[in-house]
């Protein structure tokens, strides 16, 4: 079983700046992929960013691709999602996310294990 913590969010202007963390449990981090998940109210949970094993690859959705970067630190099972130019638009709940197995690193369901959640509010 994996545990997954996230922290760092909170409100932010737009076109500010944020970096959000995520902490996993256990000894086998570096065996999963990691994912950045956000849920806006009212809408469905959608992918935002993810990274592969051992810091390889890495994907972003269109909508924050030159704006965010993800990153892991498998020394200290944490995967860390940094936010710059934030817009409105981004506001949602973030969800980190860890995938045990091989497939698309950009789909929910293929997500083993999930956190709580962060709050990130941009105001205009």
């Known amino acids: 079983q994996v545990q997954l913590v996230e922290s760092g969010g909170g409100l932010v202007q737009a076109g500010g700046s944020l970096r959000v963390s995520c902490v996993t449990s256990?000894?086998?981090?570096?065996?999963?992929?990691m994912g950045w998940f956000r849920q806006a109210p009212g809408k469905e949970r959608v992918f935002v960013a993810a990274i592969a094993r051992s810091g390889g690859r890495t994907y972003y959705a269109d909508s924050v691709k030159g704006r965010f970067t993800i990153s892991r630190d498998d020394a200290k099972n944490t995967v860390y999602l940094q936010m710059h130019s934030l817009k409105p638009e981004d506001t949602a709940v973030y969800y980190c996310a860890a995938s045990g197995g091989s497939s698309s690193p950009i789909i929910t369901e293929n997500y083993n294990y999930w956190g709580q959640g962060t709050q990130v509010t941009v105001s205009s």
């Open positions: 256990g000894r086998t981090f570096g065996r999963y992929a």
